[in-house]
């Protein structure tokens, strides 16, 4: 089975920082993507930050020049690093990829973390 597996979050001030990451395990053949979603109550989940396979790296822009994604596709990792974190940051974070593994027959598929909570204090 592939798992990908977050780390970190919690609880922090407005303006202060937090490092969230994730690794991926299994039979994984390639992670075309790895990325953040998260989802406040009430809200739709939403993209945070997204890094591909060649490199790139798409931001929302609520969190433009405040968030930086990193990682690497070939070791299946990817971490977000949260700087002056505001209250409407408080979500669930989901660690996404989007990976060509043994079970989906040559097919990129999505996949998901379990979630971890952000919480900022104001």
């Known amino acids: 089975q592939v798992q990908l597996v977050e780390s970190g979050g919690g609880l922090a001030q407005a303006g202060g920082s937090l490092t969230l990451s994730c690794a991926a395990s299994g039979r994984i053949f390639s992670a075309i993507k790895l990325g953040w979603y998260r989802q406040a109550p009430g809200k739709q989940r939403e993209l945070v930050a997204l890094?591909?396979?060649?490199?790139?790296?798409t931001y929302a822009e609520s969190v433009e020049g405040r968030f930086t994604i990193s990682g690497d596709t070939a070791k299946r990792t990817v971490h977000l690093q949260m700087n002056s974190l505001k209250p409407e940051d408080t979500a669930v974070y989901y660690c996404?990829?989007?990976?060509?593994?043994?079970?989906?027959?040559?097919?990129?598929?999505?996949?998901w973390g379990q979630g971890t909570q952000v919480t900022v204090a104001s």
């Open positions: 996404n990829g989007v990976l060509v593994t043994a079970y989906g027959l040559g097919s990129p598929e999505d996949y």
């Open positions: 890094l591909t396979r060649g490199g790139s790296t």
